[in-house]
């Protein structure tokens, strides 16, 4: 079997063949109603549409450029490129003329700016043309083309129109003449990883090969002694030692990454690397990446990982420290990290179904992802802390905004993490009301779960073959799932007779009108983190299915730290939180800290504590009522020993 599960490849279903209700339907209502075109305005205030417009005088340098030699107005091509991915996969559910034409109008001003050779960067073409290609540690030239790249790919799934997709064709023409090795050309990769994995969206869009053998080039290239970084350094006259972080693990550059058994550096671009090298393992079977990815895996998610999929700690490098350090109210956990989780957990499920990839991918979608736009789609966290004294709130924009539009292209293209397709099966990663049509084993099929998921665990699923076809679906099981059952079509099925790596794998002839029911129990659990991270030593959290929930001030009053979980929570009460599309609310018996301490700080007796119940809401869904205290790890009552 583990044969058969590596052999296959597995390829998210794309966007458009997916159909979304439920609270994922919600959540890409609020883009279409709002975000897609917050995100183009912002762009536009922030001076990025007159940056690439060959019709006016360049803008010049508009953010000042910092010590480490760059300024954030060298990514803007990358916002822009998020930004109109956004609005592609907005359009696939809710058409939008206007919005639409505003897209044209800026893939027509990237022709124009587009140089003869195929090079596209508008601020190497219009600011710094001498400084082409002479920093790929900094300077983000690649990673800018990377995000075009995608918005190109989506655009034209969307609309059907090509022209984007051709302009960023002919850049990745031309970097395949310009990077590799031989008489004149480039040995190099990007500092900041997100080329790789465009490009195999590219590779998958027009079936040309060679866009693949350019990421792979770029990830085989990586780390490799004599270091390009060093040689690139002495060739550009700047000090090889001197630079932004003093070290190769910030970009994931200190060793060939098949040789890396540690995560470290800046998160989003060690999650864009792991997501890349996924993707080439999956079209090259490379059993060696996966083998490295395997182990980054269990480095990442036993040592460094936040129980909301929140990752990298420290805003110092935006990224990773020692092992077990997971600080709650100064926690940065960068939204464009989580969302970066989400893609290489994905692209983990690319050799076959495994919930030991699948559940993370879950849990960092709803919690540490999701929480990074607000309900009515106009504000953004870049920094997602566990904890807060009422002072952290979403922003309008940010100088560096490179989550507003990453949260939201998630968010708006969740569809095709929720299904992925192989030649003679169909796996169903994640739950949601949703109906999702592909071709399998000969069959047109049109599979539609009917689900109130993640409040409620019960799930149908109808299966709709145009005609009778023998194929397997396999249904994740998640590992909190305790209890849960499998009928089809009213037959109940053994879960641990099908059951193989956390799925349930029913391979059968499916004919129209059959049915799968799933039921998932939701109940309430307390989870504790290892003892080695002291920040959450003697508290607790509780999770509730998927979503991690947190206490606020708005439902609680101030003061939070003095709640203790003083029992199970599996009996907690649960009630539907009013405006907010059916989320559900636990309320928890607790015990409290009163208030009546008194003017001293310090003496020799503890607070009295009286019994009362806490309410509980999902943590993605903070922050969206009045403001005030959060948190997620609260005080757990007496823990007793086996």
């Known amino acids: 079997m583990n044969k058969l599960k590596r052999d296959r490849q597995f ?69 822009l490129g998020k930004s109109i991915e956004t609005v592609a996969y907005s359009l696939y559910r809710r058409p939008n003329p206007k919005l639409e034409a505003r897209v044209d109008q800026i893939i027509d001003m990237y022709e124009k700016l587009q140089d003869e050779d195929g090079y596209l960067n508008a601020w190497f073409q219009r600011v710094q043309p001498d400084r082409r290609w002479t920093n790929l540690r900094d300077h983000h030239e690649l990673y800018c083309a990377g995000h075009l790249i995608e918005g190109a790919v989506a655009y034209y799934q969307a609309t059907g129109k090509r022209k984007l997709l051709d302009i960023m064709s002919r850049f990745a023409g031309y970097m395949i003449k310009i990077f590799g090795h031989g008489p004149g050309k480039i040995p190099g990769y990007c500092g900041h990883e997100e080329i790789e994995l465009a490009l195999v969206k590219l590779a998958r869009v027009t079936g040309e090969k060679k866009y693949l053998d350019l990421s792979k080039f770029f990830i085989d290239e990586r780390g490799k002694e004599p270091h390009f970084f060093t040689e690139e350094a002495i060739r550009d006259g700047r000090s090889a030692a001197d630079f932004h972080q003093k070290t190769y693990e910030y ?87 989580s969302v970066g989780l989400v893609f290489w957990a994905s692209r983990m499920l690319g050799r076959g179904p495994n919930r030991r990839y699948a559940d993370i991918m879950e849990q960092a979608l709803y919690n540490g992802a999701m929480a990074g736009l607000s309900l009515d789609g106009t504000r953004f966290f870049y920094e997602n802390p566990l904890e807060s004294v009422g002072k952290h709130h979403r922003w309008i924009w940010h100088h560096c905004p490179c989550c507003p539009p990453n949260i939201a292209r998630l968010l708006a293209s969740v569809g095709s993490y929720m299904y992925a397709v ?61 209890g849960a059952t499998l009928k089809v079509n009213g037959e109940a099925f053994d879960l641990a007779g099908v059951t193989v790596d956390g799925y349930a794998r029913i391979e059968r002839e499916w004919k129209a009108g059959d049915h799968v029911d799933l039921d998932i129990p939701l109940v309430a659990r307390t989870l504790f983190a290892n003892p080695l991270v002291r920040q959450d030593a003697g508290r607790t959290a509780v999770m509730r299915g998927p979503l991690v929930y947190c206490v606020e ?77 959060m948190l997620v790890w609260v005080r757990a009552g007496e823990v007793r020993g086996e």
Request: hydrophobic content about 35%; proline content about 7%.
């Open 251 to 337: 970009g994931q550059a200190h060793l060939p990454v098949r040789e890396q058994t540690k995560v470290v550096g800046h998160a989003v671009r060690a999650m864009y690397l792991y997501a890349g090298m996924a993707d080439i393992a999956t079209e090259y079977n490379d059993d060696t990446l996966t083998a490295a990815l395997e182990t980054l895996w269990d480095d990442l998610t036993t040592k460094q990982m936040y129980i909301t999929g929140g990752i990298g700690p420290a805003a110092s490098n935006e990224g990773f420290t020692d092992y077990y350090d997971l600080p709650n109210e100064s926690a940065y956990a960068e939204t464009c990290a």
């Open 553 to 629: 001030e708005t439902d609680n009053g101030a003061g939070l730290n003095g709640i203790r979980i003083a029992s199970d929570v599996t009996a907690a009460k649960t009630d539907e939180i009013e405006g907010m599309g059916g989320a559900i609310a636990l309320d928890v018996p607790v015990t409290r800290d009163e208030a009546d301490w008194g003017p001293a700080l310090y003496r020799t007796s503890p607070p009295k504590a009286k019994k009362t119940t806490a309410r509980f809401v999902p943590y993605p869904f903070w922050d969206n009522r009045a403001p005030g205290e």
């Open 422 to 482: 192989a030649e003679d099966e169909i796996a169903v990663h994640l739950y949601g009301e949703s109906k999702a049509r592909f071709e399998l084993a000969g069959a047109k099929v049109e599979l539609s779960q009917k689900t109130r998921y993640p409040w409620k665990g019960a799930i149908r699923i109808d299966v709709s073959p145009d005609n009778p076809s023998r194929f397997a679906l396999s249904l994740r099981i998640p590992e909190w799932a305790d």
């Open 11 to 79: 390829r998210p279903l794309p966007v458009p063949s997916v159909e979304l209700q439920g609270l994922f339907g919600d959540r890409q209502d609020a883009i279409c109603d709002s975000t897609a075109e917050t995100l183009l305005d912002r762009c536009v205030e922030a001076g990025m549409l007159r940056a690439i417009d060959v019709n006016q005088p360049s803008p010049g340098v508009v953010i000042p450029i910092g010590p480490w030699g760059g300024t954030t107005q060298m990514f803007w091509d990358s916002d």
